[in-house]
């Protein structure tokens, strides 16, 4: 045991901080959270010092749980919020990848103003996603919004953007993926810029042609950076609340399971705790799933995690 | 100024089974010697050396510099100073400051730092660059800081782990020479880690050999070439390398084709205790020549020269029982023989002979 | 070759020649017209929504938002001037408790997530692929759902309302990820470094701040960057955890006076949101020339 300290306490010193900070801020409440879904907590019942208040809540089992997947609308109608989410999620991350590559495949380019168009495009992360939310709010308002003033004057119909249609949810993934391009575009410039000029060299040597080229060198070797921003994207997208619910707040056309489960928390006078967190745990134990899947898929291409 | 000893000293990295990379390693250097440490890769040179400098654990056995046992000491604790293969030169310093770095933490004044660094930098010839960084630097000259980080110090061993593995072939030979004049003006004791043999041989006051992490054999060049103690330390050593072959034992001697090479007296009866009906046969380049047209030799068929100007290596095929055995045999280069042809060659003296036990590989000629 | 130079230039993130540059004669002019005409329409479209909240910060509410929009109509300042001068809200205190926040969360999430990185790039300690894993789950909670949880947390630890208490938790939400960035970045400065530094005369942490540290200082940018705009613009854990006094309010949570109201104050709101994204900008191009590369560092080895 003491040679085992010796060994490797300058190792635990240096992460101590992160593991103090992440157990007590983030593994606690994650535990109390997660007991939470098997009580029926809300505004009323919670402990309140300020009015002297104890906690009254009761232990209700997997009531919660039965109700989210059984209950439908009342409950945000779990398994169409469920569907949304996924396409919200697959659309938005692959957007994401797709226009970031193909932009940094541009940018990976010698050419004149290669600098300024690599600012101009990282912008938009730059700004705080509740300032371009509210720009983008208006571009999309149906009468004053200049997307719709722009197809006025090209003579097309000029729908409501952010009603209680679909095309709400079409509106709210276009924000994010504006918002969400820049990081995958740098993140992918540097996957690009990493890889050796030789290989590409060696590629046109043996007559690859420019997709081949692309096929059998540019994408093998952007193949561990892509695994953990798709990752990555994956988790954080499925996850990501602010950009609908500051667009289009409580709309059903946009909500998604994390929206809901933030609808449940913050919504009324009730507050209901129980539900929200049931939702986080749902959420949890998808998203492990998807990793563990995902990890056992890309196993091969060597662990990042 | 110190002597170094490894006192059986072992490092063993866990795993199934455990890789002893150095094992029960026994060796003393005397102050001041240039010891050169050489092997093929993983013999456990490097390692060796990184558990001198404190970078790698002692797993058993002990380590001293100056009488003192350093085994748990620290590296910053054992007053070495260390050349590494790819220099680790520190990017974001100048040249004087990467080589005044370990005597700032030490906190020697300012003005001291700067005069011993100006001195290593005039005696390297690294006035002109101390202001540079090292990635505006050649290789060679990235090599004399690396040089020069080290000697500022005035520790009290040297440790060089490849350090001119990354030269080009002139400025090694160049290097080498001055690595070895430097050694020899400061007196510092060091150890030097290389696969070269020919580095060892020019280097080294004495040179150890190791393969698979055990001391084959630590004596001078001369003694290392002359008198090798097993057949490894014979291959390894000498380039182009000794011809090595497993040859039938006859009352007379060995027998190599058409030719019968007597054998010492000591040498049959030390075979004959141990039962042996062959030996290792060991010869240099150098030590076979061309036969006279009336002497008896081994038919060799030539298959490759080597002209090197003022000598010439002829490489080819010669019958020994049902195989066929390449030689390597050093000619005048004036008159090589051409390829295809059929040359006779014998030995330029039964002396130089190496016979070496088929199973052990240990040397049996005394 | 030398590995520092080669490792210096990959963590520097310098734009080498570019693979595609493997082609020698120029690009025809049909495939340039092409190339630059895409890079500008993405840009245009990148950079529209933000130049649309410059222009209408400099127009009255009235003409914020009209039918027939102009780039620049009644353009005065004055949305600017009642920001500023607290007609809405006491703006300066949210701005300079967003600094402090903002600013202690980048150099406490930073620093947190270096020493960690560091001690899982270099360290082959039990426990190391459970604390990434840790890592890992830690951004698949919904974690704002976790208001309540925290909350009583931060109560019992004495924090709540305290700028220091959402420090903390900001960090939470963004070291994961740092210490993911930071490990990379680590993993390609050579161990040839740390272990001359160690021969040199430093100690384990000597090695880490002395020499580890400012060979990934690009990478150090990059979380920086990433923490500083988190907790820049972050709303749900602020209103949450910070006290309702007006004058202890982040910029981000205060700027909710504006769309909060009935009448969206579209021109007030613009100007207070440049104000708003203004030290981000300038945060952003401080360390874009580190950005590419930056994300990456060593992780893509090839």
């Not at chain 1, 196993?299 to 990042?304: A, D, K, L, S």
């Not at chain 2, 102050?31 to 058993?60: C, I, Q």
């Not at chain 3, 705009?229 to 910029?251: C, I, Q, Y």
Request: glycine share 8%.
């Amino acid at each position: 045991m003491r040679t085992f300290l010796a060994r490797h306490w300058y190792a635990y010193a240096m992460a101590l901080p992160v593991v103090v900070v992440v157990g007590v801020l983030v593994l606690l409440p994650l535990a109390q959270g997660l007991y939470f879904t098997f009580t029926d907590i809300n505004e009323a019942n919670i402990a309140n010092p300020a009015l002297e208040r104890r906690a009254s809540y009761e232990f209700v089992g997997l009531d919660n749980y039965v109700k989210v997947l059984t209950r439908g609308e009342s409950y945000g109608a779990f398994w169409s919020t469920l569907a949304r989410t996924l396409i919200w999620t697959s659309g938005c991350v692959l957007a994401h990848y797709c226009l970031g590559l193909g932009l940094a495949l541009l940018l990976n380019r010698p050419m004149r103003f290669r600098g300024l168009y690599r600012v101009l495009l990282i912008l938009p992360w730059a700004v705080p996603p509740f300032i371009s939310v509210f720009a983008w709010r208006y571009l999309f308002n149906s009468q004053f919004g200049v997307v719709n003033q722009a197809l006025d004057g090209l003579g097309l119909p000029t729908p409501v953007w952010l009603g209680q249609s679909d095309l709400a949810l079409l509106s709210v993934m276009v924000i994010n993926i504006w918002l969400g391009v820049p990081f995958m575009m740098v993140t992918l410039l540097g996957g690009l810029q990493s890889i050796p000029g030789e290989l590409y060299e060696a590629a046109e040597m043996d007559g690859a042609t420019a997709w081949q080229r692309f096929r059998d060198v540019t994408l093998p070797g952007l193949r561990s950076v892509s695994s953990t921003l798709v990752l990555l994207g994956v988790i954080w997208t499925f996850n990501l609340f602010h950009v609908i619910f500051l667009t289009t707040g409580q709309n059903p056309h946009t909500r998604i399971l994390v929206t809901y489960a933030f609808e449940r928390f913050f919504s009324g006078g009730t507050r209901d705790y129980a539900v929200a967190s049931t939702y986080g745990a749902l959420i949890l134990s998808l998203l492990l799933v998807f990793v563990t899947i995902y990890r056992r898929a890309t196993r091969r291409q060597g662990e990042v995690w | 100024m110190a002597e170094v000893a490894y006192v059986n000293a072992s490092r063993v990295f866990p795993g199934t089974p455990p890789v002893r990379a150095v094992d029960n390693l026994e060796l003393s250097v005397a102050d001041g010697e240039f010891l050169v440490l050489v092997g093929p890769s993983g013999s456990g040179k490097s390692t060796a050396l990184r558990m001198l400098a404190g970078l790698e654990d002692v797993d058993e056995g002990a380590i001293t510099i100056g009488g003192k046992d350093v085994t748990n000491t620290p590296p910053k604790g054992r007053d070495i100073a260390m050349v590494f293969q790819s220099y680790a030169l520190y990017p974001h310093m100048t040249v004087a400051e990467n080589m005044g770095f370990a005597l700032k933490l030490r906190g020697v004044p300012k003005a001291e730092i700067r005069e011993k660094v100006a001195e290593a930098a005039r005696m390297l010839d690294l006035t002109r660059y101390l202001d540079r960084k090292p990635k505006a630097l050649s290789g060679g000259q990235r090599q004399r800081v690396a040089m020069g980080r080290a000697i500022v110090r005035e520790p009290s061993v040297f440790l060089m782990d490849e350090p001119l593995s990354n030269l080009d072939a002139k400025l090694r030979v160049e290097t080498r020479a001055n690595i070895a004049a430097l050694q020899q003006r400061l007196g510092t004791t060091t150890i030097y880690v290389t696969h070269d043999q020919v580095e060892a041989m020019t280097m080294g006051h004495r040179v150890a050999v190791l393969k698979d992490g055990i001391l084959q054999q630590c004596a001078s060049p001369r003694e290392l070439y002359d008198r090798p103690a097993n057949a490894f330390v014979a291959s390894f050593i000498g380039s182009p390398a000794m011809n090595l072959k497993t040859v039938p034992l006859t009352p007379e001697g060995a027998r190599l084709d058409g030719l019968v090479v007597p054998l010492s007296r000591s040498a049959l009866d030390g075979a004959a205790a141990e039962g042996l009906s062959e030996v290792t046969f060991g010869i240099r380049p150098e030590s076979l020549r061309l036969a006279a047209a009336d002497e008896a030799g081994m038919t060799m068929t030539v298959e490759l020269v080597e002209e090197l100007g003022a000598d010439a290596y002829v490489y080819g095929s010669v019958r020994i029982g049902e195989q066929s055995e390449r030689f390597i045999v050093r000619v005048d280069g004036r008159t090589p023989p051409a390829l295809g042809q059929q040359v006779e060659v014998t030995v330029r003296d039964a002396d130089e002979v190496h016979l070496f036990h088929p199973g052990t590989g240990l040397r049996l000629t005394a | 070759m030398s590995v520092d130079a080669a490792a210096l230039r990959s963590a520097r993130g310098e734009t080498r020649a570019a693979p595609t540059a493997a082609r020698r004669g120029q690009r025809s002019r049909l495939a340039s017209i092409g190339l630059h005409g895409a890079l500008v329409t993405a840009s245009a479209v990148a950079v529209f929504p933000i130049l649309w909240v410059l222009v209408t910060s400099f127009k009255p509410d009235t003409r914020a938002v009209s039918p027939t929009p102009r780039l620049l109509d009644e353009s005065t300042v004055d949305n600017y001037v009642d920001v500023l001068s607290g007609a809405r809200g006491d703006f300066l205190a949210w701005f300079g408790n967003s600094v402090t926040i903002a600013g202690l969360s980048t150099l406490v999430g930073v620093f947190v997530s270096a020493t960690t990185g560091y001690a899982v790039s270099r360290f082959r300690f039990p426990g190391r692929r459970g604390l990434m894993l840790t890592f890992l789950v830690t951004q698949m909670f919904p974690f704002a759902v976790l208001i309540v949880p925290l909350h009583n947390i931060l109560l019992a630890l004495g924090l709540l309302g305290q700028p220091l208490g959402l420090v903390l938790v900001y960090c939470t939400t963004t070291v994961p990820f740092c210490t993911l960035m930071l490990r990379e970045h680590f993993d390609a400065v050579p161990t040839d470094i740390d272990e001359a530094g160690r021969v040199d005369g430093l100690s384990p942490f000597g090695v880490f701040w002395r020499l580890v540290l400012p060979l990934a200082r690009p990478g150090l940018a990059v979380t920086a960057f990433y923490s500083f705009l988190t907790a820049w613009g972050e709303v749900a854990f602020a209103s949450a955890f910070l006290s309702v006094a007006d004058d202890s309010k982040t910029l981000s949570v205060g700027l909710q006076v504006f769309v909060q109201q009935n009448r969206a104050e579209w021109g007030h709101l613009a100007a207070a949101s440049v104000l708003v994204a203004l030290p981000a900008v300038v945060v952003f191009y401080l360390v874009q020339r580190f950005l590419v590369g930056g994300l990456t560092g060593g992780a893509v080895k090839g």
